[in-house]
């Protein structure tokens, strides 16, 4: 049974920073995709970031390109999102996500191609 448990979530000012944590308990973490997902109240979850198993490919949403960073560290079964320059409309529930295509050769980027998912972290962006 795979497991995903976010942490790092919390209220900032806007222009702030906070770092997402996701521990998982899967065997070989490190074959495995990576992303991160947002929903605000009333709207539908969206994509953030994603990593490929060994780091080497990275996206982003257009959104948070350049003030967000998604990094892992597959001896720990962490994944990361560092989140800069916060907006009040980075405002969400953000869920960490798990893949599960052996070393895909590129991370999913759409909610349906990720088989795990966290209970998600609540970050709250005050103006």
């Known amino acids: 049974q795979v497991q995903l448990v976010e942490s790092g979530g919390g209220l900032v000012q806007a222009g702030g920073s906070l770092r997402l944590s996701c521990v998982a308990s899967?065997?070989?973490?490190?074959?495995?995709?990576m992303g991160w997902f947002r929903q605000a109240p009333g709207k539908e979850r969206e994509f953030v970031a994603a990593i490929s198993w060994n780091g080497g490919r990275l996206y982003y949403a257009d959104s948070v390109k350049g003030r967000f960073t998604i990094s892992r560290d597959n001896a720990k079964n962490t994944v990361y999102l560092q989140m800069n320059s916060l907006k009040p409309e980075d405002t969400a529930v953000y869920y960490c996500?798990?893949?599960?295509?052996?070393?895909?050769?590129?991370?999913?980027?759409?909610?349906?191609?990720?088989?795990?998912w966290g209970q998600g972290t609540q970050v709250t962006v005050s103006s």
């Open positions: 996500a798990s893949d599960d295509t052996l070393r895909a050769t590129a991370p999913p980027r759409m909610n349906g191609e990720y088989s795990y």
């Open positions: 899967r065997r070989s973490f490190g074959a495995y995709s």
